[in-house]
């Protein structure tokens, strides 16, 4: 679980964005554990952006509170 999402899922934000880099070998591998801990935290994914930042992709991930 990622403790700076359940920081901000427990204070009431209505959002959470993050942005990594990806692992040059295993992106997939490396995406889907870090939206997991988020999920873990009670986040909901929403949106995805990817993009590439010097020799890097990068992924840009919109989190949002799940419907009561």
């Known amino acids: 679980m990622d403790s700076y999402a359940l920081r ?3 204070r ?4 959470h964005v993050r942005s990594i880099r990806l692992h040059p070998v295993h992106p997939d591998q ?3 554990l870090y939206v997991g ?3 873990a935290a009670g986040w909901g ?3 995805q952006s990817f993009g590439v930042d010097g ?3 990068r992924c840009e991930m ?7």
Do not use: K, T
């Open 37 to 39: 801990r988020i999920e």
């Open 30 to 32: 490396n995406l889907a």
């Open 45 to 47: 994914l929403s949106e």
């Open 55 to 57: 020799a890097f992709q």
């Open 62 to 68: 919109r989190f949002v509170r799940p419907a009561e």
């Open 12 to 15: 009431g934000d209505a959002e």
């Open 8 to 10: 901000c899922f427990r």
